[in-house]
């Protein structure tokens, strides 16, 4: 019998020749009231990026702050996606949205820098993007403001990948 356990190798050693980031956004303590006191546990938000346009989030809970760290680590590295990158910057605007969070990101010309609040700066130096502009609205909970930052990035589209899709050229659709 033949079995194909070439996926599994595949899996474990595709993050090896890419070097990822990892950051810690947020931090949280929470406790919890039981009969014999107060219980502590502690989560952690997390992010993981190549620098090259790949980047992931993810959560992470346990009773030790090292080891909620490493749980969130591990989820991002589960669900990192590719970005669409134009230069260090992003093809066009966009808002993201998740939850009460938006961010609104608009592109920037080079020299500008990362101007961008703390959760989003962690997904956006992560991601490699080196000059964008970016704001915060309506929620400032790190959660939904990473998530709300990765959906916007999911749904950015450049020209060629437009006109892919409407069966044209990039010279068509630019106009």
Request: glycine share 12%; with cysteine; charged share 25%.
């Amino acid at each position: 019998m033949a079995y194909n356990n070439d996926r599994r190798d595949n899996r474990r050693n595709r993050d090896e020749g890419n070097e990822l980031t990892e950051k810690v956004v947020s931090l949280n303590r929470v406790s919890k009231t039981v009969k014999g006191g107060r219980v502590m546990k502690f989560s952690a938000l997390c992010v993981v990026g190549d620098g090259k346009g790949r980047v992931g989030y993810g959560l992470g809970k346990a009773s030790e702050v090292s080891e909620a760290i490493r749980k969130g680590l591990e989820d991002a590295k589960k669900h990192i996606v590719t970005i669409t990158m134009q230069g260090t910057t992003i093809p066009h605007e966009v808002m993201g949205e998740f939850g009460a969070g938006r961010v609104w990101m608009m592109p920037a010309p080079e020299g500008t820098g990362v101007l961008a609040g703390g959760a989003v700066r962690a997904v956006m130096e992560a991601a490699g993007i080196r000059n964008i502009r970016a704001k915060c609205l309506r929620s400032n909970n790190p959660q939904n403001v990473v998530a709300a930052t990765m959906a916007g990035l999911m749904s950015l589209r450049n020209a060629e990948q437009v006109a892919a899709y409407r069966g044209k050229t990039a010279e068509e659709v630019i106009g």
